[in-house]
Protein backbone atom coordinates (compact mmCIF):
# COMPACT_ATOMS: atom_id res chain seq x y z
CA UNK A 1 0.00 0.00 0.00
CA UNK A 2 1.73 3.54 -1.14
CA UNK A 3 2.15 5.74 1.45
CA UNK A 4 0.18 9.21 1.14
CA UNK A 5 2.77 11.95 1.47
CA UNK A 6 2.25 15.96 1.24
CA UNK A 7 5.49 17.84 -0.82
CA UNK A 8 6.51 20.51 1.55
CA UNK A 9 9.56 22.45 2.32
CA UNK A 10 11.26 21.30 5.33
CA UNK A 11 10.51 24.78 7.15
CA UNK A 12 6.49 24.08 5.68
CA UNK A 13 6.90 20.86 7.59
CA UNK A 14 8.06 21.79 10.74
CA UNK A 15 4.67 24.59 10.77
CA UNK A 16 2.83 22.23 10.22
CA UNK A 17 4.51 19.30 12.27
CA UNK A 18 4.26 21.93 15.55
CA UNK A 19 0.41 23.04 14.65
CA UNK A 20 -0.51 19.95 15.67
CA UNK A 21 1.02 18.67 18.56
CA UNK A 22 -0.81 18.17 21.83
CA UNK A 23 -0.46 17.56 25.27
CA UNK A 24 -2.18 15.79 27.96
CA UNK A 25 -2.50 15.64 31.54
CA UNK A 26 -4.96 14.74 34.28
CA UNK A 27 -7.35 14.18 31.08
CA UNK A 28 -7.37 17.61 29.81
CA UNK A 29 -5.91 18.60 26.06
CA UNK A 30 -4.08 21.48 25.69
CA UNK A 31 -2.83 22.54 21.84
CA UNK A 32 1.18 22.56 22.95
CA UNK A 33 2.96 25.36 20.85
CA UNK A 34 0.94 28.70 20.63
CA UNK A 35 2.81 30.33 18.13
CA UNK A 36 6.06 31.35 17.34
CA UNK A 37 8.17 34.79 18.23
CA UNK A 38 11.11 35.53 15.59
CA UNK A 39 13.65 38.14 14.33
CA UNK A 40 14.06 37.63 10.21
CA UNK A 41 17.42 37.83 9.10
CA UNK A 42 19.33 35.81 5.85
CA UNK A 43 19.53 32.76 7.76
CA UNK A 44 15.40 32.10 8.73
CA UNK A 45 13.69 35.14 6.00
CA UNK A 46 13.52 33.15 3.14
CA UNK A 47 13.11 29.68 4.79
CA UNK A 48 11.23 29.31 7.61
CA UNK A 49 10.25 33.20 7.43
CA UNK A 50 8.22 32.40 3.98
CA UNK A 51 6.26 29.08 5.50
CA UNK A 52 5.09 31.55 8.47
CA UNK A 53 3.83 34.12 5.72
CA UNK A 54 2.48 32.03 3.24
CA UNK A 55 1.12 28.34 5.40
CA UNK A 56 -2.11 28.20 6.77
CA UNK A 57 -1.55 27.12 10.23
CA UNK A 58 -3.29 27.96 13.67
CA UNK A 59 -0.31 29.21 14.94
CA UNK A 60 1.01 32.91 16.36
CA UNK A 61 3.67 34.86 14.86
CA UNK A 62 4.89 37.71 17.71
CA UNK A 63 7.79 39.82 16.37
CA UNK A 64 10.53 39.87 18.88
CA UNK A 65 12.91 42.88 19.32
CA UNK A 66 15.99 41.32 21.10
CA UNK A 67 16.29 37.65 19.97
CA UNK A 68 17.48 37.31 24.18
CA UNK A 69 14.34 38.57 25.21
CA UNK A 70 11.85 36.71 23.06
CA UNK A 71 13.03 33.64 24.27
CA UNK A 72 12.56 34.78 27.85
CA UNK A 73 9.21 35.81 27.03
CA UNK A 74 8.63 32.18 25.55
CA UNK A 75 10.19 30.93 28.56
CA UNK A 76 8.00 33.17 31.02
CA UNK A 77 4.82 31.47 29.10
CA UNK A 78 5.90 28.33 29.73
CA UNK A 79 6.04 28.90 33.06
CA UNK A 80 3.24 30.61 33.85
CA UNK A 81 1.73 27.95 31.96
CA UNK A 82 2.61 25.37 33.89
CA UNK A 83 5.03 23.67 31.19
CA UNK A 84 1.84 22.68 29.72
CA UNK A 85 2.25 25.21 26.14
CA UNK A 86 5.29 26.77 24.46
CA UNK A 87 6.11 29.18 21.87
CA UNK A 88 9.03 28.47 19.30
CA UNK A 89 11.65 31.07 18.10
CA UNK A 90 13.10 31.41 15.41
CA UNK A 91 16.61 33.81 14.43
CA UNK A 92 18.52 34.06 11.25
CA UNK A 93 22.39 32.54 11.28
CA UNK A 94 25.23 34.12 13.39
CA UNK A 95 24.92 37.00 16.03
CA UNK A 96 20.82 36.63 15.73
CA UNK A 97 21.44 32.80 16.96
CA UNK A 98 23.84 33.71 19.56
CA UNK A 99 21.93 36.46 21.29
CA UNK A 100 19.74 33.47 22.19
CA UNK A 101 22.21 31.65 24.10
CA UNK A 102 22.00 33.25 27.28
CA UNK A 103 18.33 32.44 27.52
CA UNK A 104 18.73 29.43 26.62
CA UNK A 105 20.43 28.53 29.20
CA UNK A 106 17.79 30.71 31.76
CA UNK A 107 15.23 28.13 30.14
CA UNK A 108 17.31 24.45 30.83
CA UNK A 109 18.85 26.15 34.45
CA UNK A 110 14.70 26.34 35.29
CA UNK A 111 13.50 22.90 33.49
CA UNK A 112 11.42 25.11 31.68
CA UNK A 113 10.35 23.58 28.06
CA UNK A 114 11.30 26.15 25.10
CA UNK A 115 12.01 24.80 21.26
CA UNK A 116 14.83 27.32 20.00
CA UNK A 117 15.08 27.37 15.79
CA UNK A 118 18.11 29.06 14.86
CA UNK A 119 19.34 29.45 11.04
CA UNK A 120 22.44 27.68 10.59
CA UNK A 121 25.10 28.00 7.77
CA UNK A 122 24.77 26.16 4.28
CA UNK A 123 24.71 22.78 4.28
CA UNK A 124 25.42 22.58 0.86
CA UNK A 125 28.42 24.94 1.42
CA UNK A 126 28.81 26.44 -2.08
CA UNK A 127 28.20 30.15 -0.80
CA UNK A 128 31.32 29.47 1.96
CA UNK A 129 32.06 31.19 3.83
CA UNK A 130 28.31 32.73 3.92
CA UNK A 131 28.00 35.91 6.00
CA UNK A 132 27.91 35.64 9.45
CA UNK A 133 29.63 32.07 8.91
CA UNK A 134 32.17 31.22 11.29
CA UNK A 135 35.41 29.37 10.42
CA UNK A 136 36.61 26.98 12.40
CA UNK A 137 39.78 25.21 10.92
CA UNK A 138 40.07 22.18 12.75
CA UNK A 139 36.44 21.48 12.61
CA UNK A 140 34.71 23.09 9.27
CA UNK A 141 30.79 21.53 10.82
CA UNK A 142 31.48 23.91 13.53
CA UNK A 143 29.00 27.06 13.41
CA UNK A 144 27.68 29.17 15.69
CA UNK A 145 24.49 26.91 16.29
CA UNK A 146 26.95 24.68 18.43
CA UNK A 147 27.08 27.20 21.27
CA UNK A 148 23.88 26.06 21.94
CA UNK A 149 24.60 22.43 22.48
CA UNK A 150 25.55 22.66 26.53
CA UNK A 151 22.87 24.75 27.25
CA UNK A 152 19.69 22.72 25.50
CA UNK A 153 18.53 19.21 26.83
CA UNK A 154 18.33 18.29 23.04
CA UNK A 155 19.85 19.40 20.35
CA UNK A 156 19.84 18.55 16.34
CA UNK A 157 21.11 20.16 12.74
CA UNK A 158 18.86 19.06 10.50
CA UNK A 159 21.27 18.57 7.05
CA UNK A 160 18.25 17.15 5.19
CA UNK A 161 14.72 17.58 5.29
CA UNK A 162 14.13 14.32 5.94
CA UNK A 163 15.54 14.47 8.92
CA UNK A 164 13.14 16.44 10.46
CA UNK A 165 10.95 13.82 10.95
CA UNK A 166 12.97 12.20 13.67
CA UNK A 167 14.49 14.92 14.98
CA UNK A 168 10.98 16.88 15.09
CA UNK A 169 9.79 13.63 17.79
CA UNK A 170 12.85 13.67 19.55
CA UNK A 171 11.97 17.50 20.26
CA UNK A 172 9.20 16.78 21.70
CA UNK A 173 10.03 13.84 23.38
CA UNK A 174 12.31 15.93 25.61
CA UNK A 175 9.40 19.40 25.36
CA UNK A 176 7.09 17.44 27.20
CA UNK A 177 8.76 15.52 29.73
CA UNK A 178 8.27 16.87 32.95
CA UNK A 179 12.08 15.11 34.10
CA UNK A 180 14.27 16.26 31.23
CA UNK A 181 12.78 19.24 29.63
CA UNK A 182 14.58 22.74 29.10
CA UNK A 183 15.78 24.29 25.94
CA UNK A 184 15.61 22.15 22.71
CA UNK A 185 17.73 23.52 19.53
CA UNK A 186 16.99 22.37 15.86
CA UNK A 187 19.98 24.43 13.90
CA UNK A 188 18.21 25.37 10.48
CA UNK A 189 20.55 25.34 7.40
CA UNK A 190 19.30 27.95 5.09
CA UNK A 191 19.76 26.02 2.25
CA UNK A 192 17.84 22.81 3.99
CA UNK A 193 14.68 25.00 5.22
CA UNK A 194 13.93 25.94 1.31
CA UNK A 195 14.42 22.35 0.27
CA UNK A 196 11.44 19.84 -1.04
CA UNK A 197 10.58 16.52 0.73
CA UNK A 198 7.67 14.04 -0.09
CA UNK A 199 6.73 13.91 3.72
CA UNK A 200 4.51 10.77 4.78
CA UNK A 201 0.84 12.62 6.16
CA UNK A 202 1.30 10.22 9.10
CA UNK A 203 4.34 12.58 10.10
CA UNK A 204 1.71 15.97 10.06
CA UNK A 205 -1.17 14.47 11.92
CA UNK A 206 -2.20 15.59 15.11
CA UNK A 207 -0.09 14.01 17.83
CA UNK A 208 -0.92 13.88 21.57
CA UNK A 209 1.85 13.83 24.02
CA UNK A 210 0.57 12.04 27.32
CA UNK A 211 2.05 13.49 30.33
CA UNK A 212 1.99 10.76 32.70
CA UNK A 213 2.04 11.66 36.30
CA UNK A 214 5.17 9.48 37.41
CA UNK A 215 4.06 7.30 40.77
CA UNK A 216 6.64 6.65 43.27
CA UNK A 217 7.89 3.33 43.49
CA UNK A 218 6.14 1.30 47.21
CA UNK A 219 10.19 0.76 48.27
CA UNK A 220 10.82 4.13 48.21
CA UNK A 221 7.71 5.43 50.21
CA UNK A 222 8.40 2.45 52.43
CA UNK A 223 11.91 3.69 52.45
CA UNK A 224 11.31 7.89 53.07
CA UNK A 225 7.95 6.78 55.72
CA UNK A 226 11.20 4.81 57.72
CA UNK A 227 13.25 7.78 57.89
CA UNK A 228 10.66 10.03 58.50
CA UNK A 229 8.95 7.92 61.21
CA UNK A 230 11.52 8.67 64.30
CA UNK A 231 11.97 12.44 63.44
CA UNK A 232 10.57 15.32 65.52
CA UNK A 233 11.46 18.08 63.56
CA UNK A 234 10.47 17.82 60.07
CA UNK A 235 11.05 20.98 57.69
CA UNK A 236 9.83 20.92 53.97
CA UNK A 237 11.04 22.33 51.34
CA UNK A 238 8.66 23.71 48.47
CA UNK A 239 10.23 24.08 45.21
CA UNK A 240 9.07 24.73 41.62
CA UNK A 241 7.73 21.45 41.07
CA UNK A 242 4.93 21.77 43.41
CA UNK A 243 3.13 24.30 40.88
CA UNK A 244 4.05 22.43 37.91
CA UNK A 245 2.55 19.51 39.27
CA UNK A 246 -0.20 21.49 40.47
CA UNK A 247 0.30 19.72 43.83
CA UNK A 248 -0.26 23.06 46.13
CA UNK A 249 -3.38 21.80 47.71
CA UNK A 250 -2.03 17.98 48.44
CA UNK A 251 1.26 19.63 49.86
CA UNK A 252 -0.94 21.82 52.43
CA UNK A 253 -3.27 18.70 53.32
CA UNK A 254 0.20 16.93 53.86
CA UNK A 255 1.71 19.12 56.04
CA UNK A 256 -1.37 19.73 57.68
CA UNK A 257 -1.99 16.55 58.39
CA UNK A 258 1.60 15.87 60.45
CA UNK A 259 2.00 19.44 61.44
CA UNK A 260 5.20 20.42 59.46
CA UNK A 261 6.17 23.74 58.79
CA UNK A 262 6.94 24.81 55.08
CA UNK A 263 9.44 26.70 53.63
CA UNK A 264 9.49 27.56 50.00
CA UNK A 265 12.22 28.42 47.01
CA UNK A 266 12.09 30.80 45.08
CA UNK A 267 10.14 28.68 42.42
CA UNK A 268 8.32 27.25 44.84
CA UNK A 269 6.89 30.16 46.97
CA UNK A 270 3.25 31.17 46.63
CA UNK A 271 2.27 27.17 46.99
CA UNK A 272 1.10 28.23 50.08
CA UNK A 273 -0.37 31.47 51.33
CA UNK A 274 1.87 33.24 53.42
CA UNK A 275 -1.68 33.57 56.00
CA UNK A 276 -1.48 29.63 56.42
CA UNK A 277 -0.21 29.07 59.87
CA UNK A 278 2.61 26.30 58.70
CA UNK A 279 3.92 28.99 55.92
CA UNK A 280 7.33 29.79 57.05
CA UNK A 281 8.35 31.72 54.29
CA UNK A 282 11.68 31.38 52.19
CA UNK A 283 14.66 29.73 52.63
CA UNK A 284 18.33 29.96 52.53
CA UNK A 285 20.35 33.20 51.32
CA UNK A 286 17.11 35.05 50.81
CA UNK A 287 15.08 33.21 53.14
CA UNK A 288 13.27 34.57 56.42
CA UNK A 289 14.86 34.28 60.44
CA UNK A 290 11.86 31.87 61.10
CA UNK A 291 12.48 29.41 58.05
CA UNK A 292 16.25 29.51 58.32
CA UNK A 293 15.88 28.16 62.40
CA UNK A 294 13.67 25.56 61.83
CA UNK A 295 16.35 24.16 59.33
CA UNK A 296 18.96 24.61 61.33
CA UNK A 297 17.02 22.41 64.04
CA UNK A 298 15.41 20.32 61.63
CA UNK A 299 16.05 16.20 61.70
CA UNK A 300 14.79 15.56 58.17
CA UNK A 301 13.96 18.48 55.74
CA UNK A 302 11.83 16.73 53.17
CA UNK A 303 12.53 18.27 49.66
CA UNK A 304 9.25 18.64 47.38
CA UNK A 305 9.85 19.45 43.67
CA UNK A 306 12.98 21.37 44.69
CA UNK A 307 16.77 21.56 43.12
CA UNK A 308 18.38 22.46 45.99
CA UNK A 309 20.70 25.15 44.72
CA UNK A 310 23.28 27.17 46.57
CA UNK A 311 20.75 30.09 47.45
CA UNK A 312 18.25 26.92 49.14
CA UNK A 313 20.88 25.76 51.14
CA UNK A 314 22.85 28.68 51.90
CA UNK A 315 26.13 26.82 50.52
CA UNK A 316 25.11 23.41 52.35
CA UNK A 317 25.42 25.18 55.58
CA UNK A 318 21.54 25.68 56.01
CA UNK A 319 21.41 22.04 58.01
CA UNK A 320 22.07 20.97 61.03
CA UNK A 321 25.27 17.26 60.68
CA UNK A 322 22.53 15.35 61.77
CA UNK A 323 19.70 16.45 59.47
CA UNK A 324 18.66 13.66 56.60
CA UNK A 325 16.76 14.19 53.44
CA UNK A 326 13.95 12.82 51.71
CA UNK A 327 13.52 14.20 48.11
CA UNK A 328 10.69 14.20 46.54
CA UNK A 329 11.36 14.74 42.83
CA UNK A 330 10.20 13.63 39.03
CA UNK A 331 13.77 14.52 38.19
CA UNK A 332 16.44 11.59 39.29
CA UNK A 333 19.05 13.89 39.24
CA UNK A 334 17.19 16.02 41.77
CA UNK A 335 16.01 13.39 43.74
CA UNK A 336 19.22 12.02 44.66
CA UNK A 337 20.83 15.92 46.13
CA UNK A 338 22.31 16.03 49.92
CA UNK A 339 22.43 11.73 49.87
CA UNK A 340 18.94 11.96 50.24
CA UNK A 341 16.11 9.38 50.61
CA UNK A 342 15.26 9.62 46.63
CA UNK A 343 11.38 9.15 45.82
CA UNK A 344 11.69 9.63 41.85
CA UNK A 345 7.74 10.86 41.25
CA UNK A 346 5.34 13.59 40.05
CA UNK A 347 5.16 15.94 43.04
CA UNK A 348 1.01 14.79 43.98
CA UNK A 349 1.85 11.40 43.13
CA UNK A 350 4.83 11.34 45.57
CA UNK A 351 2.88 13.55 48.51
CA UNK A 352 -0.12 11.62 48.12
CA UNK A 353 1.63 8.34 48.67
CA UNK A 354 3.67 9.46 51.57
CA UNK A 355 1.24 10.73 53.48
CA UNK A 356 -0.70 7.79 53.48
CA UNK A 357 2.46 5.57 54.63
CA UNK A 358 3.13 7.90 57.65
CA UNK A 359 -0.71 7.90 58.51
CA UNK A 360 -0.64 4.42 58.81
CA UNK A 361 2.35 5.13 61.04
CA UNK A 362 0.29 7.74 63.55
CA UNK A 363 3.02 9.76 62.74
CA UNK A 364 2.95 13.74 63.89
CA UNK A 365 5.75 16.48 64.09
CA UNK A 366 6.77 16.98 67.54
CA UNK A 367 6.30 21.23 67.28
CA UNK A 368 4.43 23.06 69.56
CA UNK A 369 1.44 24.75 68.30
CA UNK A 370 2.74 27.74 69.98
CA UNK A 371 6.34 27.76 68.99
CA UNK A 372 5.57 27.68 65.04
CA UNK A 373 3.16 30.47 65.66
CA UNK A 374 5.51 32.24 67.52
CA UNK A 375 8.12 31.96 65.26
CA UNK A 376 5.96 33.30 62.37
CA UNK A 377 4.50 35.98 64.70
CA UNK A 378 7.79 37.16 65.14
CA UNK A 379 8.39 37.39 61.33
CA UNK A 380 5.43 39.05 60.15
CA UNK A 381 6.35 41.70 62.85
CA UNK A 382 9.20 41.78 61.41
CA UNK A 383 8.23 42.45 57.56
CA UNK A 384 5.84 44.91 59.19
CA UNK A 385 8.73 47.02 60.34
CA UNK A 386 10.67 46.56 56.83
CA UNK A 387 7.48 47.84 55.43
CA UNK A 388 7.88 50.77 57.71
CA UNK A 389 11.40 52.01 57.59
CA UNK A 390 11.91 55.64 56.84
CA UNK A 391 14.78 57.42 55.39
CA UNK A 392 15.46 60.98 55.62
CA UNK A 393 17.35 60.74 52.37
CA UNK A 394 13.86 59.33 50.34
CA UNK A 395 12.51 56.25 49.93
CA UNK A 396 13.69 53.19 50.85
CA UNK A 397 13.31 49.56 48.63
CA UNK A 398 12.07 47.99 52.06
CA UNK A 399 8.85 50.51 52.30
CA UNK A 400 7.99 50.68 48.21
CA UNK A 401 8.03 47.10 48.05
CA UNK A 402 5.23 47.66 51.30
CA UNK A 403 3.42 49.72 49.75
CA UNK A 404 3.18 47.70 46.24
CA UNK A 405 2.63 44.86 47.64
CA UNK A 406 -0.31 46.45 49.84
CA UNK A 407 -1.50 48.08 46.83
CA UNK A 408 -1.40 44.93 44.40
CA UNK A 409 -4.69 42.18 44.40
CA UNK A 410 -3.71 39.10 45.54
CA UNK A 411 -4.52 37.45 41.60
CA UNK A 412 -1.96 39.63 40.52
CA UNK A 413 1.45 38.77 39.00
CA UNK A 414 5.02 39.67 39.93
CA UNK A 415 7.68 38.61 37.88
CA UNK A 416 11.50 39.47 38.75
CA UNK A 417 14.95 37.71 38.32
CA UNK A 418 18.32 39.43 39.38
CA UNK A 419 19.76 42.34 41.77
CA UNK A 420 18.63 43.28 45.50
CA UNK A 421 15.23 42.61 44.38
CA UNK A 422 14.83 38.64 44.29
CA UNK A 423 16.37 38.84 48.36
CA UNK A 424 13.55 41.54 49.42
CA UNK A 425 10.86 39.51 47.77
CA UNK A 426 11.00 36.08 48.85
CA UNK A 427 12.06 37.42 52.12
CA UNK A 428 9.17 40.47 52.53
CA UNK A 429 6.53 39.49 49.24
CA UNK A 430 3.20 38.38 50.71
CA UNK A 431 2.11 35.85 47.77
CA UNK A 432 -1.52 34.23 48.43
CA UNK A 433 -2.44 32.60 45.29
CA UNK A 434 -0.45 30.18 43.23
CA UNK A 435 1.45 30.90 40.31
CA UNK A 436 1.03 35.20 41.51
CA UNK A 437 4.94 35.02 42.29
CA UNK A 438 6.94 34.37 39.33
CA UNK A 439 10.60 34.19 39.90
CA UNK A 440 13.69 33.27 37.60
CA UNK A 441 16.02 32.51 40.07
CA UNK A 442 17.76 29.21 38.93
CA UNK A 443 20.17 31.51 36.58
CA UNK A 444 19.11 35.09 38.18
CA UNK A 445 19.39 36.08 34.43
CA UNK A 446 19.45 40.29 34.58
CA UNK A 447 17.07 41.70 31.82
CA UNK A 448 14.53 39.08 32.04
CA UNK A 449 11.96 40.82 34.09
CA UNK A 450 10.33 43.23 30.97
CA UNK A 451 10.49 39.93 28.75
CA UNK A 452 9.15 37.43 31.67
CA UNK A 453 6.24 40.13 32.49
CA UNK A 454 5.63 40.33 28.61
CA UNK A 455 5.88 36.09 28.30
CA UNK A 456 3.40 35.59 31.76
CA UNK A 457 0.75 38.60 30.52
CA UNK A 458 0.86 36.60 27.13
CA UNK A 459 -0.32 33.40 29.16
CA UNK A 460 -2.55 35.23 31.62
CA UNK A 461 -4.28 38.49 30.17
CA UNK A 462 -6.97 38.00 32.93
CA UNK A 463 -4.05 39.28 35.45
CA UNK A 464 -2.33 42.36 35.64
CA UNK A 465 1.19 41.75 35.83
CA UNK A 466 4.32 44.05 36.80
CA UNK A 467 7.77 43.59 36.40
CA UNK A 468 9.99 44.19 39.42
CA UNK A 469 13.64 45.19 38.42
CA UNK A 470 16.29 47.44 39.17
CA UNK A 471 17.80 49.97 36.82
CA UNK A 472 20.91 47.72 36.15
CA UNK A 473 18.25 44.92 34.40
CA UNK A 474 16.19 47.62 32.80
CA UNK A 475 19.60 48.76 31.08
CA UNK A 476 20.52 45.54 30.23
CA UNK A 477 17.39 44.11 28.36
CA UNK A 478 14.13 46.50 27.97
CA UNK A 479 13.28 45.57 24.25
CA UNK A 480 9.58 43.66 24.93
CA UNK A 481 8.37 46.59 26.52
CA UNK A 482 8.00 47.70 22.76
CA UNK A 483 6.29 44.11 21.73
CA UNK A 484 3.92 44.49 24.34
CA UNK A 485 2.68 47.84 23.26
CA UNK A 486 2.99 45.91 19.58
CA UNK A 487 0.64 43.41 20.67
CA UNK A 488 -1.45 44.96 23.18
CA UNK A 489 -0.66 43.16 25.79
CA UNK A 490 -0.43 45.42 28.94
CA UNK A 491 2.61 44.76 31.60
CA UNK A 492 3.72 47.25 34.34
CA UNK A 493 7.27 47.81 35.16
CA UNK A 494 8.58 48.34 38.46
CA UNK A 495 11.56 49.92 37.77
CA UNK A 496 13.52 50.24 41.16
CA UNK A 497 16.44 53.14 40.54
CA UNK A 498 19.32 53.08 42.99
CA UNK A 499 22.00 54.04 40.47
CA UNK A 500 23.49 50.77 39.82
CA UNK A 501 24.31 47.35 40.07
CA UNK A 502 23.94 47.83 44.15
CA UNK A 503 23.15 43.96 45.12
CA UNK A 504 26.73 43.45 43.56
CA UNK A 505 27.92 46.95 45.36
CA UNK A 506 26.93 45.08 48.68
CA UNK A 507 28.45 41.79 48.20
CA UNK A 508 31.56 43.49 47.54
CA UNK A 509 31.55 45.63 50.51
CA UNK A 510 30.91 42.39 52.84
CA UNK A 511 33.97 40.90 52.24
CA UNK A 512 36.49 43.49 52.23
CA UNK A 513 36.30 45.59 49.19
CA UNK A 514 35.20 49.44 49.26
CA UNK A 515 32.97 49.26 46.33
CA UNK A 516 34.63 49.51 42.86
CA UNK A 517 32.50 49.90 39.39
CA UNK A 518 28.86 48.54 40.09
CA UNK A 519 27.34 52.24 40.58
CA UNK A 520 26.82 54.32 37.67
CA UNK A 521 28.32 57.51 38.29
CA UNK A 522 30.54 59.96 35.94
CA UNK A 523 34.21 59.43 35.64
CA UNK A 524 36.12 62.04 37.54
CA UNK A 525 39.03 63.35 35.93
CA UNK A 526 41.88 61.26 35.47
CA UNK A 527 39.98 59.01 38.09
CA UNK A 528 37.75 55.99 38.40
CA UNK A 529 33.83 56.25 38.33
CA UNK A 530 33.45 58.17 41.62
CA UNK A 531 31.55 61.29 40.42
CA UNK A 532 28.12 62.10 40.56
CA UNK A 533 25.42 60.08 39.73
CA UNK A 534 24.44 59.87 36.09
CA UNK A 535 20.73 61.38 36.05
CA UNK A 536 18.49 59.02 34.34
CA UNK A 537 14.88 59.51 33.46
CA UNK A 538 13.85 56.28 33.16
CA UNK A 539 10.15 57.06 33.10
CA UNK A 540 10.91 59.92 29.80
CA UNK A 541 12.76 56.49 27.69
CA UNK A 542 9.67 54.85 28.41
CA UNK A 543 7.39 57.81 26.89
CA UNK A 544 9.65 57.60 24.19
CA UNK A 545 8.50 53.87 23.33
CA UNK A 546 4.81 54.70 23.82
CA UNK A 547 4.75 53.34 27.08
CA UNK A 548 2.62 55.72 29.63
CA UNK A 549 5.15 56.11 32.96
CA UNK A 550 5.58 58.19 36.24
CA UNK A 551 8.04 59.14 38.60
CA UNK A 552 7.94 58.09 42.04
CA UNK A 553 10.58 59.80 45.02
CA UNK A 554 8.35 58.89 47.99
CA UNK A 555 5.46 56.51 49.29
CA UNK A 556 2.71 59.46 48.23
CA UNK A 557 3.69 59.67 44.80
CA UNK A 558 4.52 55.57 44.71
CA UNK A 559 1.02 55.28 46.23
CA UNK A 560 -0.89 57.49 43.27
CA UNK A 561 1.26 56.21 40.58
CA UNK A 562 0.49 52.81 41.26
CA UNK A 563 -3.38 53.69 41.36
CA UNK A 564 -2.93 55.22 37.60
CA UNK A 565 -1.04 52.30 36.24
CA UNK A 566 -3.54 50.25 37.13
CA UNK A 567 -6.32 52.00 35.54
CA UNK A 568 -4.03 52.46 32.10
CA UNK A 569 -5.00 50.63 29.14
CA UNK A 570 -1.24 49.92 27.89
CA UNK A 571 2.03 49.08 29.23
CA UNK A 572 3.34 51.05 31.85
CA UNK A 573 6.62 51.92 33.78
CA UNK A 574 6.84 53.56 37.46
CA UNK A 575 10.17 54.93 37.69
CA UNK A 576 10.87 54.63 41.78
CA UNK A 577 13.38 56.67 43.12
CA UNK A 578 15.24 54.48 46.13
CA UNK A 579 17.85 55.10 48.32
CA UNK A 580 20.93 53.00 47.39
CA UNK A 581 21.39 50.09 50.37
CA UNK A 582 17.74 49.86 51.47
CA UNK A 583 17.38 46.50 51.07
CA UNK A 584 17.42 43.89 53.70
CA UNK A 585 20.38 41.71 55.01
CA UNK A 586 20.88 38.46 55.75
CA UNK A 587 18.78 36.05 58.04
CA UNK A 588 20.82 33.88 59.72
CA UNK A 589 22.21 32.50 56.49
CA UNK A 590 25.66 32.23 54.24
CA UNK A 591 26.60 32.55 50.73
CA UNK A 592 30.15 31.40 49.45
CA UNK A 593 32.15 33.29 47.19
CA UNK A 594 35.52 33.52 46.44
CA UNK A 595 37.37 35.86 48.83
CA UNK A 596 41.13 36.58 48.09
CA UNK A 597 43.57 34.44 50.15
CA UNK A 598 46.28 37.13 49.25
CA UNK A 599 44.74 40.84 49.31
CA UNK A 600 47.06 44.53 50.31
CA UNK A 601 44.04 44.79 51.98
CA UNK A 602 43.35 43.48 55.76
CA UNK A 603 39.96 43.84 55.10
CA UNK A 604 39.66 41.43 52.33
CA UNK A 605 42.34 39.38 54.39
CA UNK A 606 39.71 38.82 57.67
CA UNK A 607 36.82 38.35 54.93
CA UNK A 608 38.98 35.33 53.64
CA UNK A 609 39.41 34.11 56.83
CA UNK A 610 36.02 33.98 57.69
CA UNK A 611 35.32 32.12 54.86
CA UNK A 612 37.77 29.63 55.70
CA UNK A 613 35.45 29.21 58.71
CA UNK A 614 32.13 29.28 57.51
CA UNK A 615 33.60 26.17 55.09
CA UNK A 616 34.49 24.21 57.96
CA UNK A 617 30.99 24.51 59.11
CA UNK A 618 29.48 23.50 55.87
CA UNK A 619 28.86 20.18 54.63
CA UNK A 620 31.43 19.19 52.17
CA UNK A 621 28.43 17.47 49.88
Request: charged residues 20%.
Amino acid sequence: MKTKTVRLTMAQALLHFLDNQFVVLDGVETKFVRGIMGIFGHGNVTGIGEAIEREQTGLCYIQGKNEQGMVHAAAAYAKQKRRRQIYACTTSIGPGALNMVTAAATATVNRIPVLLLPGDNFACRQPDPVLQQLEVPGDYTVSAADAFRPVSRYWDRITRPEQLMSAALQAMRVLTDPAETGAVTLALPQDVQAEVYDYPAEFLRKRIHVIDRRPPAREAIQRASEQIAGKRRPLIIAGGGVHYSEAASDLMAFAEAFGIPIAETQAGKSAISWKHPLSMGGIGVTGTAAANRLAREADVIIGVGTRYSDFTTSSKSAFGDNAVFVNINVNGMDAVKLDGVSIAADAREGLEALREALSERAYQSGYAAEELADLKAAWDGEVDRLYEIECAEGLSQTRALGIINRSLTEKDVVVFAAGSLPGDMHRLWRAAQPGTYHAEYGFSCMGYEVSGAFGASLAEPDREVYAVLGDGSYLMLHSELVTSLQEGTKITVLLFDNHGFQCIHNLQRSHGSDGFGNEFRRRVPGGNLTGEYMPIDYAAHARSMGAKAYTATNAEELQEALVKAKREAISTLIDIKVVPGTNTGDYESWWRVGVPGASSSEKVLAAHREMQKRIEQARPR
